[in-house]
Nanobody, 117 residues
Framework: QVQLVESGGGLVQAGGSLRLSCVAS????????LAWFRQAPGKQRELVAG???????NYADSVKGRFTISRDNAKSTLYLQTNSLKPDDTAVYYC???????????WGQGTQVTVSS
């Protein structure tokens, strides 16, 4: 059974940083595409950053230059380094894994990031 568990969220002042982690229990972790999404109150869930099995990355315009997505296949862990945080970054952050063969999506339970002004 595949499980994704996020951690690293918290309360931080504007301009601060947080490192989010997502640990997966999946034998195929290294060959699956991964991504971070976020959902703020009253808003739709949106893509923050993605990373392919080959290591190619993409970012939402709103976080380019501030956030960095990375993966450690040996630890089956996905990371999101968030710098220069803004109050608009306040949201629940979710990791998603897409199975390489079936396309099935797996989601974590989310971790809250709150940025105070």
């Amino acid at each position: 059974q595949v499980q994704l568990v996020e951690s690293g969220g918290g309360l931080v002042q504007a301009g601060g940083s947080l490192r989010l982690s997502c640990v997966a229990s999946a034998d195929t972790f290294s060959i699956n595409a991964l991504a971070w999404f976020r959902q703020a109150p009253g808003k739709q869930r949106e893509l923050v950053a993605g990373i392919t099995a080959a290591g190619s990355t993409n970012y939402a315009d709103s976080v380019k230059g501030r956030f960095t997505i990375s993966r450690d296949n040996a630890k089956s862990t996905l990371y999101l380094q968030t710098n220069s945080l803004k109050p608009d970054d306040t949201a629940v952050y979710y990791c998603r894994m897409t199975h390489w063969r079936t396309g099935r999506e797996y989601w974590g339970q989310g971790t809250q990031v709150t940025v105070s002004s």
